[in-house]
């Protein structure tokens, strides 16, 4: 990493599933470099897949995803914000990806009606046990 705070990664993707796996790849690649550990790198995997999952549905709705990783130096925090047509995901369709986003992930926010999602993992960086 850089001695800046912080360093930040744009992706843009069409919004269709086939590229869901270009952002979860590029999620976990980031989070290895960052020096999580496996867990934390599968959870953040499952986080970015979950909410771009969450935002484009079955792939009827055309646009693009642009997902914004931000590197600190003991987290990784991702901003997924939908170019969409059509209608945003409703509460009732959201409930399931807000236990997995929470069940993966220290933080997380949606905002459908916005076609936002954010995502943060924190790095532990405390060798010792809990």
Partial sequence: MSDQPSDEIT?????APEFVRIARLTGA????RAGMGYDEVEDLRIAVGEAC???????????TLTLTFTLAADA????IVGTLEGAPPTD???EL???IL?????????DA????????KRHDTDPTPA
């Fill in 11 to 15: 992706l843009t993707l069409p919004a």
């Fill in 29 to 32: 690649g980031l989070a290895t």
């Fill in 53 to 63: 999952s969450l935002l484009i549905g079955s792939g009827q709705r055309p646009g």
């Fill in 76 to 79: 990784i925090s991702v901003e």
């Fill in 92 to 94: 009732e369709d959201t």
């Fill in 97 to 99: 990806s807000d236990q």
């Fill in 102 to 110: 929470a069940a993966v992930v220290d933080d997380h926010r949606v």
């Fill in 113 to 120: 009606p916005a076609d936002r999602v954010w995502v943060t």
